[in-house]
């Protein structure tokens, strides 16, 4: 594959899996029916990513905020995030995934937490595709942690405060040993972040489309990537930098 092909494919895609309630609501159905159906769509997006060759996909699954949900609105997610848990994990380890999650891990049950350990201990040593898990994840509550963390190495002495840059920041946020996200794609229709990764979308490529998560298709996770395939991510740099680097690049 020639270099120019590779970089057309993100090496890492982030996703704000959105709609499933508007999707139940659209046929007068609970807004759990519209859960289940997305964790369907969940194996859409695997199967593609796997497909082309994605290094790395972060599903947003339950935002920090999404605990306010009416109980029994919560208690149907925690249901399947169990039952995914129990089911799927066998089939993402044969297929080479690397399972992990980020977020406030502390808020589920002892069994869906012990589940989530079970799960990235199995699938620890895959390397075909890092699937990250965004569960009780706040991108305000991450760069919190990160604080903290440096606040901790600069009390233990580990750390002078002069030293702390962005690396320093970078380094103790959640995926740090992964790629910053190249693409970000949001269903359902609304234009925000919602809390998601505010430090690791600081380059990335947004993508949105009105589809409700449920309805994901592989051709409409393609055009996304048609679409990504024909941006210029400049980084603040001109269109004539980012060109120059590119011939230089690309052996003669
Ligand atoms: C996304 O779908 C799933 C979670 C937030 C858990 P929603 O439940 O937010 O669906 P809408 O946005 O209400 O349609
Ligand atoms: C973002 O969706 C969180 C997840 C998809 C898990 P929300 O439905 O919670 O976001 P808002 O409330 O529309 O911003
Ligand atoms: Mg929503």
Known sequence: MSAAADSAIPRHIAVIMDGNGRWAQQRRRPRA????????????CI????????????????????????????????KLFMGALEREV????????????????????????????????????????????????????????????????????????????????????????LPAPDLFIRTGGDHRISNFLLWQLAYTELWFTDLLWPELDAATLQQALDDYARRERRFGLTSAQIAAQASEDTPA
């Open 33 to 44: 029916i519209g859960h289940r159906a997305g964790a369907r769509a969940v194996n859409v």
């Open 47 to 78: 199967d593609f990513c796997l497909e082309r060759g994605v290094q790395a996909l972060t599903l947003f699954a339950f935002s920090s905020e999404n605990w306010g949900r009416p109980a029994d609105e919560v208690g149907a997610l925690m």
């Open 90 to 177: 066998d089939e993402l380890d044969r297929r080479g995934v690397r399972v992990r999650f980020i977020g406030e891990r502390e808020r589920f049950s002892p069994a869906i937490r012990e589940r989530m350990a079970a799960a990235e201990r199995q699938t620890l040593g895959n390397t075909r595709l890092h699937l990250v898990v965004a569960a009780s994840y706040g991108g305000r509550q991450d760069i919190a942690m990160a604080a903290r963390a440096l606040a901790q190495d600069v009390q233990a002495g580990r750390l002078r405060a002069e030293d702390i840059d962005e690396r320093a920041v970078a380094a103790r946020i959640s995926l740090a040993d």
